[in-house]
């Protein structure tokens, strides 16, 4: 199940399910630690004796408050004439929010009951949790080790919680206490440790086509001081005012006033600025960008997207550079800069600490290829580059020496002096070893980006070298990776000396990393061949990313399903190689694919259904909307670059 | 007082409202189909986006808290919001929209 939102405040992030229900729970860092994993932080309702979780049978619609991290959910249920509006968002201080909102629409005065379900898995699992009711602040606490949970509320008419239980789950006849909720009265059982969870219950006596008010909030810390803290101070200040914090915060966040997006139509301004926001919940306060905080897709091979790939993350630093959020980017930057590998090349992933994650890469590659996806140290170097192009902050980069000078050596010593290209590496999609049109146009780029470098910083002499060592490579992808006789770039080079003429939209690289001109005929039939042969002929449309993908395949109808970042790339070719505000127009339309397809929050999924539209693996993809921020930046550059020559 | 082009008359569709941004000032252009009004782009109460509320004839509800001002004075009609909205002078002009600014700009969101 996709997330429909997520908010969050660089320490922690909470994603919610199409049914307003929590399904991740990060803490203390984005993407370390999901304290929930998946499992369900449900909401119920009581209405005089009809008991419903929210759910099944409710017409739920979710987005984000309007350039906010601060989510907006409406629910309704015919059967039992009410209406419920929640709004989600976690404040500066690391306390997960919410105020709810519900309608009584009879025209009857009634008692309702709103309950919450709690099924952490503090750090990740479920042995050895306790959980209990402290009746000082009458919340009940998750805890183990050094994560605290506590949870407390109050109605607008100042009531707190009003009933309690704590018990046990996921064993036999012990399905969890979200069970005892469905009587509308919970036990009052004060402690239990293990596997455990909890629910916890608000009572309001509301008059007919009334409205009343919950606040609830989720306060977490390292010990119970400090959660007991947090929770008398949001009972001092109010969710109320702390919400509208986080709102201003968000909206002055997201305003950056850098570029004028007034020319562009207002669904594509909505969805950048929800692009850059929900880019922003995957950003750790310690520099890590995940590549999605969806856990969904543990289900599919037992491991999550919660990991910093530095593809993506260099990909999203530079739409961060590029929309003014230099911030986020230098954090970025820094993480890599204590990441690398002595080497100078970057592991296949990195968990949000800094340490290498999990990895399918095999050691033993052909002929000592390493475990890497080159193109990942390339995109670091090249992303540096343009972040200082930008704000020439030439301290800063002195600040990360091994982004320039480590990255440089591997580079070139990764170079095959035979054939003048990278040697051997995993491709970007993690699926095959050999050699690669997108590394390649990857590496290009960085060797150029280190030429620069060198050039400011270092040594002149050494940046000829880099800008031979560029040539070289660009030389021999000419002869080694285009095909003449389809006049196009192919997807690789195998290390048998095979080529792979599949058609792939990766390709696009050659004209991303500017390793060739968008207009040079060798660019445009390469264009031209993935726009014929990938895009998807169904109601939905959108690019594939190659040839018969496998990769979570609905169907066999079409050649594979339509990807965001696939899309957006053919969406930039034609903003590059446009000539005229006219030639515009088509890049723009794609840009509003982007935007169409996603979900109404505005969250970008990695593929869609080519026949439903609906999201396929992981939902938010941060590639996705950094793909879209780009692809915008570079529309807007090119619209007024085109302006003021007419 | 200057008079600034905002907009061309067809950015804005009948029953529909944008933002623009002009010299680091944000102005809400709106489209009754009676006529065009420009006011301040946020609300005067927590500073949201009015550009993404909702416009019901000359009625403007506000995104986040749902306060509604009238698009013709930017009197508000429901809190929470207290204060008005500025509204500037609007004129249609060979298909693009004028507005007259005076002393009394919307604050700026970011210096």
């Known amino acids: 199940m996709p997330r429909e939102t997520v908010v969050g405040n660089g320490r922690i992030a909470v994603a919610f399910d199409s049914k307003m229900s929590i399904r991740d729970f990060f803490y203390p860092r984005v993407g370390l630690e999901n304290h929930v994993s998946g499992h369900e932080l449900k909401t119920g309702l009581w209405v005089d004796g009809d008991f419903r979780w929210l759910g099944d049978g409710w017409e739920i619609e979710t987005k984000y408050m309007p350039e906010t991290l601060v989510s907006r959910s409406r629910a309704s249920h015919p059967a039992l004439d009410v209406q419920i ?65 506590l949870i407390d509320g109050v109605t607008s008419e100042g009531a707190g919680i009003y009933q309690f239980a704590t018990g046990y789950k996921e064993l036999p006849g012990r399905e969890g206490t979200w069970k005892d909720a469905e009587d509308g009265v919970l036990s009052g059982n004060p402690i239990a440790q293990g596997s455990v969870d909890s629910a916890v219950s608000f009572e309001m006596d509301l008059l007919a086509e009334s409205i009343g008010t919950l606040y609830y909030w989720i306060a977490c810390g390292r010990n119970l001081k400090q959660v007991v803290e947090l929770d008398s101070m949001v009972k001092k200040i ?55 905080c969806d856990s969904d897709i543990m289900q599919f091979n037992r491991d999550t997207y919660s990991y910093i790939w530095t593809r993506d993350g260099a990909i999203a630093a530079m739409a961060f550079d590029m929309a003014g959020f230099r911030d986020t980017s230098m954090r970025f930057f820094r993480f890599c800069n204590l990441a690398i590998a002595d080497e100078g090349f970057f ?58 000078l480590k990255t440089t050596e591997f580079l070139l010593d990764y170079l095959d002096p035979d054939t003048g290209l990278p040697k051997p590496c995993f491709d970007l999609w993690e699926e095959r070893s050999g050699v690669f049109t997108w590394t390649a146009s990857t590496v290009y780029a960085a060797l150029n980006a280190a030429a620069k470098f060198w050039k400011v910083i270092y040594n002149r002499e050494r940046f000829e070298a880099l800008n031979i060592a560029a040539a070289g490579l660009r030389e021999a992808m000419l002869k080694r990776l285009y095909d003449p006789e389809s006049q196009r770039f192919i997807k690789a080079v195998y290390p048998d000396g095979s080529r792979d003429l599949t058609v792939d939209s990766s390709a696009s690289a050659v004209f991303l990393y500017g390793g060739f001109d968008a207009s040079d005929r060798s660019v445009v039939e390469t264009m031209n061949s993935i726009r014929d042969k990938l895009w998807i002929r169904t109601r939905v449309g959108g690019l594939a990313r190659y040839e018969n993908d496998e990769y979570q395949r609905a169907s066999r109808e079409v050649t594979g399903n339509p990807w965001f970042i696939c899309t957006l790339w053919l969406a930039r070719w034609h903003i590059a ?42 939902s938010p993809l941060v590639w996705s909307h950094a793909e879209f921020v780009i692809a915008v930046c570079e529309y807007l550059e090119k619209y007024r670059e085109l302006s003021s020559m007419a | ?95 693009q929209l004028f507005i007259e600014l005076n002393e009394t700009r919307p604050e700026l969101l970011i210096d």
């Open chain 1, 85 to 149: 509006e929640t709004n989600d968002a976690v404040n500066s201080q690391d306390v997960f929010l919410r105020k709810l909102m519900v309608r009584n629409v009879a025209k009857t005065p009634r008692k309702f009951r709103i309950f919450f379900t709690h099924d952490f898995h503090i750090y990740g699992d479920s042995v050895g949790d306790t959980v209990m009711h402290e009746p000082a602040q009458n919340a009940v606490i998750h805890y183990k080790r050094q994560r605290y949970f």
């Open chain 1, 238 to 292: 109010g969710v109320e005012q702390l919400l509208l914090e986080s709102e201003n915060y968000w909206s002055a966040w997201v305003n950056k006033k850098e570029i004028n997006l007034s020319i562009l139509p207002k669904e594509i301004i909505r969805t950048y600025k929800n692009s850059l926001l929900i880019m922003r919940s995957h950003a750790d306060s310690r520099g890590g960008i995940i590549a999605s």
């Open chain 1, 347 to 404: 592991h296949h992933k990195y968990s949000p600490d800094g340490s290498v994650g999990s990895s399918w890469l095999p050691l033993a590659g052909s002929k000592g290829m390493l475990p890497i996806e080159e193109d990942e140290t390339a995109l670091v170097l090249y992303a540096l580059w343009r972040h200082f192009q930008k704000y020439r902050d030439i301290e800063f980069i002195e600040s990360v020496p091994k982004l320039v």
């Open chain 1, 577 to 618: 190689q446009a000539k005229s505000s006219d030639q515009l127009v088509k890049g723009l339309e794609l840009i509003s694919w982007a935007a169409k397809h996603a979900l109404a929050s505005g969250v970008m999924a990695e593929q869609v259904h080519p026949f439903t539209g609906e999201p396929v693996s992981v």
């Open chain 2, 1 to 95: 007082m200057t008079i600034q082009r905002i907009c061309k008359k067809d950015d804005v569709p009948v029953g529909s409202m944008k933002q623009f941004d002009l010299k680091e000032s944000e102005f809400l252009v709106v489209n009754t189909g009676e006529r065009f009004y420009c006011l301040e782009a946020r609300c005067t109460h927590a500073g949201a986006p009015l550009a993404e509320g909702d416009l019901d004839g000359d009625i403007l509800t506000c995104p986040w808290h749902y306060s509604q001002f009238r698009v013709s004075d930017g009197s508000v009609v429901r809190g929470p919001a207290n204060n008005p909205l500025n509204v500037y002078d609007i004129t249609v002009r060979d298909g």
